[in-house]
Nanobody, 123 residues
């Protein structure tokens, strides 16, 4: 089973960009579907973006389409979420997650989670 560690969060002004990284341990990383979720205060955790094992299949929440890009490097055991045109509504703790199941991007289908990284979009 992999272990996940996120990095790259911080404070950014509206319209700015941030790059989140998720480093995975373990030799079977390439077998996992990876995703980013986020949770704002008082709200449920929601799907942001996901990528299948090969990297050729991706999915995005409607709220981030055209602004966020997910990618992975199986040789380096990393997943990256590039975020641009950030809005105050993107403020949340962002979590990296992994699963070997067939997924519909529901959080309950992911059984391995990182500790989260805070993203704050504010002027």
């Amino acid at each position: 089973q992999v272990q996940l560690v996120e990095s790259g969060g911080g404070l950014v002004q509206p319209g700015g960009s941030l790059r989140l990284s998720c480093a995975a341990s373990g030799r079977t990383f390439s077998r996992y579907t990876m995703a980013w979720f986020r949770q704002a205060p008082g709200k449920e955790r929601e799907f942001v973006a996901g990528i299948k094992w090969s990297g050729t299949s991706t999915a995005y929440a409607d709220s981030v389409k055209g602004r966020f890009t997910i990618s992975r490097d199986n040789a380096k055991n990393t997943v990256v979420l590039q975020m641009s045109s950030l809005k105050p509504g993107d403020t949340a703790v962002y979590f990296c997650a992994a699963t070997q199941r067939i997924t519909t991007w529901y959080s309950g289908e992911f059984d391995t989670w990182g500790q989260g990284t805070q993203v704050t979009v504010s002027s």
